[in-house]
């Protein structure tokens, strides 16, 4: 194998157009932010009832994938398929990258942003939510490190792989911290169940994943530098065993409701109601997000193309926008059972399905926080060695198999 | 936290002030028995704040809850300065009345609902700074100088009984203080329980007539409340969840 | 930190002034150094150049003794600072003590430190401390005859 040059990317008018287009969003949404914190969250889609909305479905897509991202980093200095080597780097800058925009789109969000040091100092170490605060923050100091170590001169490959390892099991622990922000929720039919934890995990896997090989994919071209067909198909294969054992982890979840009579109510609203979650779940989840893309990444190898890989990951990334929309929406819609055995009616919406639409300032707070993501990963590349000057096939690994 | 400044004002007036006599025990009788010389007598009830001896809870009859009346939601309304506006998904309900048909039997009911006073209460556990808090005399209130505004604790309690202020606010009772941002809920009237009172919806519903409402110490076996929960079947909302709430209800 | 450096900063700043140390004349007062509306209960023991530089230590150890542990008995309470520092309108009513010019905000602007009590603590007495505003001297007849002026116009 050749030894991979990494190389800092040229800006050419292309990337900033881009820049400027993602800079754009990113003030779109610093304007939402101070729209919403001058007038209250009453200018928001978020009310009493539905107290997390969509900022939040984008802030914890962005950090599952955040974590994610690192798979493929993981897989070369973990598992030790040299073929993934030459992208670890870019892997940890992404996955840095996507858990800043997801934080700053979390922490906007909150009723009091001005009061973020509070959150950083104080901690109640009941809550899995300060400790997510920890290991978000280990987070970019491990996985900065690793991105160091493996940039370093002379830095020989046992450290690498300790510093890997390390980042490996935090990012694990990470993402169970985020799905038992909602696992351990014990009072709402739609959490309260240990299985969010390793779901999430593999959600991030998945959608982590997709994210990274979009990136590559549209990075590459940008910079006219040379992506092998083997490499993305490879990927896309890995890939596809991720999406199906996200459909797994949400089938075995349902089953698991539909078994336990307390939570019929629940799974009717979600799997055969009539509001936006039964279409959310079936044809944006299931469909567009797990059968079509599985189905399109895992038959066979010598048929897939390219394109067919991207195509599949950016279903997978809609699903996985879709899917969470149903975790945090659709959970909080449906009512609370206080009164198991009751029809119960109230002043406070006690009872009925809550209705929650966003408005267009929760939408650009969200898209603010991708297009951060976007922002600092060009940052990133154009600034420091991290991406190779070539990723052909014969560069990475001659002796792998050709599809 | 360390207050180094405070060393330097210990030039404290030679008689003893009201608060050290208070914090010394509470109600005191003083004799003057000579000029100069003065004997004072303490006893009766200990300091006024926060017992952990005490646990304040509230006992609800729903068969007294009149379907009609929301006599409490409107005494909490005045007494805590929230309203009820043009907003009904946003606005602020420290205490609502709720309307129950039971599905198999038919039987209807009505009684209010607020802050359940948990012993485990999930709002404290769930809440990142602390905010959420119990005090040592059972009431679940949150900290707003500390609270973020996360909502945590919003998904986590099993009763709906937190809103966050979704909007700026004016004149906010002193002994109530309310903000833009931040979460809030029943307070049990702390500020009443503490000189002595009892919660101003318990007040309302006597004015009423109806007398549904119950204040008083879970933890004192002769208070009409321990007495009547010893006497009487009653339940707490969500009693699978074992959060032993502090509010509890009578023939639901 | 940053906002304690500067608030000891511009205290001493104001204290070598000499505006709160009594040695002054008003004549020497610079039009650039705040006018704090005088308050109307007694002064405090601890005198002015304590409270200013400890008021908010006073205030934040006190209002965590009564939220967290429920004593009501405290020397310090901000709902007090309201009390006796509000200054009375022609109309008699109270003006908000974080409005420009007002106990709070005359300093606070001035050494540019921003506060955050007003967002959920009234800025006003409530009525029944209000009660006790009223029997303040009233306006002098220029005053509320200006008043009334303005009231018609």
């Given at each position: 194998?050749a030894?991979t040059?990494y190389?800092?990317?040229?800006?050419t008018p292309?990337?900033w157009m881009?820049?400027?287009?993602?800079?754009?969003?990113?003030?779109?949404a610093?304007?939402?932010v101070l729209?919403?914190?001058h007038?209250?969250?009453?200018?928001?889609?978020?009310?009493?009832?539905i107290v997390?909305?969509?900022?939040?479905?984008?802030a914890?897509?962005l950090?599952?994938?955040a974590?994610?991202a690192?798979?493929?980093?993981?897989?070369?200095?973990?598992?030790?398929?040299?073929?993934?080597?030459p992208?670890?780097r870019?892997?940890?800058?992404?996955?840095?990258?996507?858990?800043?925009?997801?934080?700053?789109v979390?922490?906007?969000?909150?009723?009091?942003p001005d009061?973020?040091?509070?959150?950083?100092?104080q901690?109640?170490?009941?809550?899995i939510?300060?400790w997510?605060?920890?290991?978000y923050?280990?987070?970019?100091?491990i996985v900065?490190?690793y991105?160091y170590v493996?940039?370093a001169?002379g830095?020989?490959?046992?450290?690498?792989k300790i510093?890997g390892?390390?980042?490996f099991?935090?990012?694990?622990?990470?993402?169970?911290?985020t799905g038992?922000i909602?696992?351990?929720?014990?009072?709402?039919?739609?959490?309260?169940?240990a299985i969010?934890?390793?779901m999430f995990?593999?959600m991030s896997?998945?959608f982590?994943?997709a994210?990274?090989?979009?990136?590559?994919g549209s990075?590459?071209?940008?910079t006219g530098r040379f992506?092998?067909d083997n490499l993305?198909?490879?990927?896309g294969?890995?890939l596809?065993?991720f999406a199906?054992?996200?459909?797994y982890f949400t089938?075995i979840?349902?089953?698991s409701?539909l078994y336990?009579?307390?939570?019929?109510d629940?799974?009717?609203?979600i799997l055969m109601?009539d509001?936006?979650?039964?279409?959310l779940?079936?044809?944006?989840q299931v469909?567009?997000g797990?059968l079509?893309?599985?189905?399109m990444l895992l038959r066979k190898?010598?048929k897939?193309?390219k394109?067919?890989?991207?195509?599949?990951?950016?279903?997978i990334?809609i699903?996985?926008?879709?899917q969470?929309?149903?975790?945090v929406?659709?959970g909080?819609?449906?009512?609370?059972?206080?009164?198991p055995?009751?029809d119960?009616t109230?002043?406070?919406?006690?009872?009925?399905i809550?209705?929650?639409t966003p408005t267009i300032y929760?939408?650009?707070?969200g898209l603010g926080g991708?297009a951060?993501a976007v922002?600092?990963a060009?940052?990133?590349?154009?600034a420091?060695?991290?991406?190779p000057m070539?990723l052909c096939?014969?560069?990475?690994?001659?002796?792998?198999?050709?599809? | 936290?360390?207050l180094?400044?405070l060393?330097?004002?210990?030039k404290?007036?030679d008689q003893?002030n009201?608060r050290d006599?208070?914090?010394s025990g509470?109600a005191?009788v003083?004799?003057t028995?000579?000029?100069g010389?003065t004997v004072?007598a303490?006893?009766?009830?200990?300091s006024?704040a926060a017992n952990p001896?005490?646990r304040w809870g509230l006992?609800i009859?729903?068969?007294?809850c009149?379907k009609?009346?929301?006599a409490?939601?409107t005494?909490?309304s005045v007494?805590?300065?929230w309203?009820?506006?043009g907003?009904?998904e946003?606005?602020a309900q420290?205490?609502?009345?709720?309307?129950?048909?039971?599905?198999?039997?038919g039987?209807?009911?009505?009684m209010?609902m607020?802050?359940?006073?948990?012993e485990?209460?999930p709002?404290v556990?769930?809440?990142?700074?602390?905010?959420?808090f119990?005090?040592a005399?059972g009431?679940?209130?949150?900290?707003?100088?500390t609270c973020?505004g996360?909502?945590?604790c919003m998904m986590?309690?099993p009763?709906k009984?937190?809103?966050?202020?979704h909007?700026d606010?004016?004149?906010?009772?002193?002994?109530?203080?309310?903000?833009k941002?931040t979460?809030?809920?029943?307070?049990?009237?702390v500020h009443?329980?503490?000189?002595?009172?009892?919660?101003?919806?318990?007040e309302?519903?006597?004015?009423t007539g109806h007398?549904?409402m119950?204040?008083?110490?879970?933890?004192d076996?002769?208070?009409?409340i321990?007495?009547a929960?010893?006497?009487?079947?009653?339940v707490?909302?969500?009693d699978?969840l074992?959060l032993?709430t502090g509010v509890r209800y009578?023939n639901? | 930190?940053?906002?304690?450096l500067?608030?000891?900063?511009?205290?001493?700043?104001?204290?070598?002034a000499?505006l709160?140390g009594?040695a002054?004349?008003?004549?020497?007062?610079?039009?650039?150094l705040p006018?704090?509306?005088?308050?109307t209960?007694?002064?405090?023991p601890?005198?002015?150049?304590?409270m200013?530089i400890n008021h908010?230590?006073l205030l934040r150890?006190?209002?965590?003794?009564?939220?967290?542990?429920?004593?009501?008995?405290i020397?310090?309470s901000?709902k007090?600072?309201?009390?006796?520092?509000?200054?009375?309108?022609?109309?008699a009513l109270p003006i908000?003590i974080?409005?420009?010019?007002?106990f709070?905000?005359a300093?606070?602007?001035?050494a540019?430190?921003k506060?955050?009590?007003?967002?959920c603590?009234n800025t006003?007495?409530?009525?029944?401390e209000?009660?006790?505003?009223l029997?303040?001297?009233?306006?002098?007849?220029a005053?509320?005859s200006?008043?009334l002026?303005e009231?018609?116009e």
């Open positions: 194998m030894r040059v190389q800092e990317v040229t800006p292309a990337i881009i820049a400027i287009l993602m800079g754009a969003f990113v003030a779109a610093g304007v939402s729209y919403i914190e007038n209250g969250h009453i200018v928001t889609g978020m009310n009493n009832q997390w909305g969509l900022p939040h479905v984008f914890i897509f950090i599952v994938a974590s994610g690192l798979n493929v980093a993981s897989i070369a200095s973990v598992f030790g398929k040299i073929e993934n080597k992208m670890a870019y892997s940890g800058l992404l996955s840095i990258a996507l858990l800043l925009g997801g934080l700053a979390l922490v906007l969000d909150l009723g009091r009061r973020l040091i509070i959150a950083m100092t901690y109640n170490f009941k809550s939510f300060a997510n605060m920890l290991l923050n280990g987070f970019f100091v900065g490190t991105i493996q940039m001169r830095m020989s490959e046992k450290v690498i510093v390892t390390a980042a099991v935090w990012r694990l622990a990470l993402t169970t911290g038992s909602f696992g351990w929720l014990v009072a709402r039919s739609g959490y309260d169940a969010m934890a390793p995990i593999v896997f998945s982590g994943l994210f990274f090989i979009l990136v590559l990075t590459f071209p940008l992506l092998g993305i198909k490879r990927l294969r890995l596809g065993v199906a054992a996200v459909l089938a979840r349902h089953l409701n336990a009579t307390e939570h019929h629940f799974e009717r609203f109601g509001t936006i979650f039964t279409p779940f079936w044809i944006g469909l567009i797990g079509i893309p599985v189905a190898a010598e897939t193309t394109m067919q890989v991207m195509i599949a990951s950016i279903l990334v699903g996985g926008f879709a969470l929309y149903g975790i929406i659709g909080q819609a449906f009512p609370l059972e206080i009164f055995g009751y119960v109230s002043a406070f919406y006690d009872g009925t809550n209705s929650y929760e939408l650009a707070l991708v951060l922002l600092v060009g940052v990133g590349v154009v420091l060695r991290i991406l070539t096939d014969e560069e990475i690994d001659p002796t792998a198999p050709d599809f | 936290m360390k180094p400044a060393k330097t004002m210990a404290v007036p003893i009201r006599f208070l914090k509470g005191a003083t004799l028995l000579a000029p010389i004072m303490f006893g009766g009830e200990a006024a001896a005490t006992l009859d729903v068969n007294k009149a009609d009346c929301d409490c939601v005494g909490c007494e805590n300065g309203k009820m506006g907003n009904p946003t606005d420290w205490i609502r009345k709720v309307d129950l048909t039971n599905k198999q039997t039987r209807e009911v009505s209010p607020m802050c359940q006073h948990c485990e209460p709002c556990d769930v809440c990142p700074t602390g905010a959420s119990k005090r005399d009431i679940v209130l949150v900290d707003k100088h973020i996360c909502r945590y986590a309690c009763f009984a937190r809103s966050f202020i909007e606010l004016e004149d906010q009772k002193s002994y109530a203080p309310r903000g941002g979460v809030e809920s029943c307070t049990l009237c009443r329980v503490d000189e002595g009172g009892i919660p101003a919806c318990v309302a519903c006597d004015a007398g549904a119950m204040f008083g110490d879970l933890k076996p002769t208070s009409d321990a007495i929960l010893a006497s009487y079947a009653s707490g909302l969500r699978d074992r032993n009578s639901l | 930190m940053i906002t304690r500067a608030t000891i900063l511009v205290l001493s700043g104001l204290l070598g000499g709160f009594g002054a004349t008003a004549q020497e007062h610079s039009a650039l006018v704090v509306p005088k308050a209960g007694e002064a405090h601890e005198g002015n150049a304590f200013r908010m230590k150890h006190d209002r965590d003794d009564t939220m967290r542990n429920g004593n009501r008995d020397d310090y901000l007090e600072c309201v009390a006796c520092h509000v200054q009375t309108g022609a109309d908000p974080n409005s420009e010019g007002q709070c905000s300093c606070h602007e001035f540019a430190v506060i955050d009590c007003f967002q603590h006003r007495p409530e009525l029944n209000t009660q006790a505003l029997s303040r001297p009233l306006p002098d007849a005053a509320l200006a008043y002026d009231v018609t």
